[in-house]
């Protein structure tokens, strides 16, 4: 586990995609999600889109899945996410994470981090915080 972790610690930033049609329509049908605005093109620019976009989920998971990469699974006790901005087939999107409070309570350590999945154009996918127990 990463003890010893500091106020401005940050976490490797990692870079995922591009995003994909494929990408989106495996997501719906892990998920369920089968809204035909995310697969379906024709729905989706009828809707007023340019074209099909991930569910929030998906980028929400993906950051997810860097943040207890870099803290552990079996470390985290809260995450909030904020979805901000859409993805797009293309993108490609870059998770980053620091380290914004740690403490002690109830004879354990705790890291707060922040979170966040950016778009190649610099635009905020997703926003999150997340609480992980640094001494389970």
């Given amino acids: 586990m990463a003890r010893g972790l500091a106020v401005g610690d940050e976490a490797t930033a990692q870079v995922f ?3 994909t049609r494929g990408d989106i329509v495996r997501y719906a049908g892990a998920s369920g999600d089968f809204n035909p605005i995310h ?3 024709g729905f989706a620019t009828g ?3 340019p ?3 991930a569910m929030g989920m998906y980028h929400a998971g993906i950051l997810a899945g860097f943040a207890t990469e870099w803290l552990g699974a079996e470390q985290i006790r809260r995450l909030g ?3 901000k901005e859409q993805v797009w087939p293309g993108d ?3 998770c980053r994470g620091v380290v914004t409070s740690v403490s ?3 004879g354990h350590s705790y890291a707060e981090v922040g979170l966040e999945c950016v778009r190649q154009t610099g635009g905020l996918a997703v926003a999150a915080t997340a609480t992980f127990e640094l001494d389970p």
């Fill in 104 to 106: 002690e309570r109830d």
């Fill in 81 to 83: 996410i904020r979805f």
């Fill in 39 to 41: 697969y379906d093109e």
């Fill in 17 to 19: 995609g591009p995003v």
């Fill in 51 to 53: 074209t099909v976009f």
């Fill in 92 to 94: 490609m999107l870059t």
């Fill in 47 to 49: 809707s007023g889109f």
